[in-house]
Nanobody, 119 residues
Framework: VQLQASGGGLVQAGGSLRLHCAVS????????MGWYRQAPGKQRELVAS??????NYAGSVEGRFTISKDSVRRTIDLWMNSLKPEDTAAYYC???????????????WGQGTLVTVSS
């Protein structure tokens, strides 16, 4: 199972970016998926997550970020608007996946994609 993230970059404050994550491999099922971020010197924090029940956002991004999921393609997107310098961080894709080989749930992480917001 692999998670491939893309879409980071440099943007001015007030701008927008879209992050994309695709899950691949021999997968029986996926459950929750989401995005975390880690700024230099800080702990990794949840940004947004999505399940069949709905979505969950960190208070600092609510109203500015939107997470969406394509269950068929096993992809998620994070639409980030009105970006602020404090959004600068490495963003990590996360998914709870049941590989076909094990039929047990396991958490997987993608590689970080860097988002830099200049003031």
């Amino acid at each position: 199972v692999q998670l491939q993230a893309s879409g980071g970059g440099l943007v001015q404050a007030g701008g927008s970016l879209r992050l994309h994550c695709a899950v691949s491999g021999n997968i029986f099922a996926t459950n929750s998926m989401g995005w975390y971020r880690q700024a230099p010197g800080k702990q990794r924090e949840l940004v947004a997550s999505i399940t069949t029940s709905g979505t969950n956002y960190a208070g600092s991004v609510e109203g500015r970020f939107t997470i969406s999921k394509d269950s068929v393609r096993r992809t998620i997107d994070l639409w980030m608007n009105s970006l602020k310098p404090e959004d600068t961080a490495a963003y990590y894709c996360n998914a709870n996946v049941m590989p076909a080989s094990t039929r047990t749930w396991k958490e997987y992480w993608g590689q970080g994609t860097l988002v830099t917001v200049s003031s």
